[in-house]
């Protein structure tokens, strides 16, 4: 009796056990900014988008696959030519994501790896296409301009694969050894040409000083001189004695200087 019990229970048990694993194969989860595709033995690829949570599917007839919509980074580098020739070493960053009701399509047409097969080739082709259109010279002073042309063209070019740009970057621009070299020696003629054009400029100011200086003695001294020929020597003789008195004044205050009557032999009264 005890053996067809146990029996029993083990019958029992294995039930559950495979009815636990079917039930268990056929429950799948979206994690939260995931989407997934059901991917139909007999029908194919389903139009339906599954959203997030637990969902059911018939085990061993469909299968899902589960796509990440979330803005991810891409650091695509690139080597191309400006207009004038000179080889252009770019970085563009990409924040992108599929378009939600486009998965079905982007899983047929491309595949789970969509970005890897995507974005490097247009990525490649609007930055050649752009950086073509640009002077050396004015990449580096129309950068926004530049970032702003590429943005508007990658955006609407990822737009026919169903992807969606939210930012689009240069992040790094570099040229040429060559090029680099001549922008840094043209720097330092510049440099060299504004400081001789100050030295020269110096100059110039200094010469029309000396001659305003010169102009103004000038005229000082034809001044005095109509004004002597007029009044007279009078002023002369006035300055002189102002002259006499104040430094009469300053020898008086000075300790080292002694003064003795006219005539008489005062010094110690030594014998004559």
């Not at 080292?256 to 006219?262: A, K, Q, R």
Request: aromatic share 6%; net charge negative; proline share 3%.
């Amino acid at each position: 009796m005890a053996a067809k019990v146990f029996e029993g229970l083990g019958k029992l048990g294995l039930a559950l056990a495979v009815a636990g694993g079917v039930v268990n194969s056929a429950l799948y989860n979206v994690d939260a900014g995931h989407r997934a595709v059901i991917f139909d033995r007999f029908r194919g690829v389903q139009d339906t988008v599954v959203g997030e949570g637990t969902h059911f599917l018939i085990p061993w007839v469909q299968k899902p696959i589960i796509f990440d919509c979330r803005s991810r980074p891409r650091n695509i580098p690139v080597i191309t030519g400006s207009k004038d020739l000179q080889n252009v070493n770019i970085t563009l960053r990409i924040l992108f994501r599929p378009v939600t009701a486009q998965l079905p399509r982007i899983f047929t047409s491309i595949g789970e790896d969509y970005d890897e097969r995507v974005l490097p080739s247009i990525t490649t082709e609007i930055l050649k296409s752009v950086v073509a259109r640009f002077d050396a010279g004015e990449l580096i002073t129309q950068r926004e301009l530049v970032s702003r042309q590429v943005s508007e063209d990658l955006t609407e070019r990822a737009a026919t694969f169903g992807l969606i740009l939210d930012d689009v970057s240069l992040t790094h621009l570099t040229f040429g050894k060559e090029f680099t070299e001549a922008v840094e020696m043209k720097q330092v003629a510049q440099q060299e040409a504004e400081r001789a054009r100050f030295i020269v400029e110096k100059a110039e100011q200094q010469k029309k000083a000396a001659v305003i200086s010169a102009e103004g003695d000038s005229k000082a001294a034809e001044l005095i001189a109509n004004s002597l020929a007029t009044a007279g020597d009078g002023l002369i003789e006035l300055r002189k004695l102002e002259a006499a008195e104040d430094i009469a004044y300053q020898l008086s205050r000075s300790r080292n200087i002694t003064y003795l009557p006219s005539g008489q032999s005062v010094l110690l009264q030594l014998p004559q």
